[in-house]
């Protein structure tokens, strides 16, 4: 893992009216680090990944991606607000998993998977089909190409989605419960998939997850957060096996208990 920075949060803070849900929100994630943060309903996690979709904009503070300022990037020598060109140029950066997959029901699984680099990145569309369809075959959908997302099972539209993400070739990749809406058998499949695609690439990776025993086996650090604040962090072995905190044992108490 390089410590070179890949994502710092600077002093985030995030409401929703007057419900916060990051209050000063300051972190690190390294270069090929992948991070899982967990916490209970409301406390900021999947909110941290839509921030770094440009799908929400912090009230205040900066995120920084690869030296760049996600909002305000610097010209002139002073800060200024992003334009649309920079935050597509940012948003290329991240590719993203949804909990309810967000595949275009209008759009056969190909196109689903190709209209992204041909419209942001320009690829050619002979290359961007090959891509894809290298990317079916990836995550075991090879056959399933010309299908429409209705024909699909819900693991299966979920493998779509993630080798729609892949598709940008993003170097960081974010994944918000993606097996929420999966019944266990299938989303342990997805899971195992993303554990593959997990050590076999070189994307920073941040996980909002429920599932700890995933968690154990890809993060390189779990972050536990709680009404907008990160409570404790540290490796798997530290956070989900001996906590230090005693709002982190409540909270994996619970999650055992509801297991």
Partial sequence: MNNDPSIEFINIRKSYGTNTVLDGLN?????????????PSGSGKSTILKLLMTLEKPDSGEIIIDGENLWHPARGGQNSEADPAHLRHMRSKVGMVFQHF???PHLR??????????RVLAVPRAEANQHARELLD????ADKYNAWPAELSGGQKQRVAIARALALQPRIMLFD???????????SQV?????????????????????????????DR??????????????ANQVLENP??????????NILMAS
Avoid: Y
């Fill in 27 to 39: 972190m690190t994630v390294s270069a090929r680090e992948h991070v899982v943060i967990i916490g």
């Fill in 102 to 104: 967000n595949l275009f």
């Fill in 109 to 118: 699984v190909l196109q689903n998977i190709t209209e992204a680099p041909v």
């Fill in 138 to 141: 990836r995550v075991g959908l």
């Fill in 177 to 187: 419960e993606i097996t929420s809406a999966l019944d266990p058998e299938i989303a």
């Fill in 191 to 219: 899971l195992q998939l993303v554990l593959d695609l997990a050590r076999q690439t070189d994307m920073t990776m941040l996980f909002v997850t429920h599932q700890m025993h995933f968690a154990r086996q890809v993060a």
């Fill in 222 to 235: 779990v972050v536990f957060f709680d009404q907008g604040k990160i409570v404790e962090q540290g490796t």
């Fill in 244 to 253: 230090a905190q005693a709002r982190t044992r409540e909270f994996l108490s």
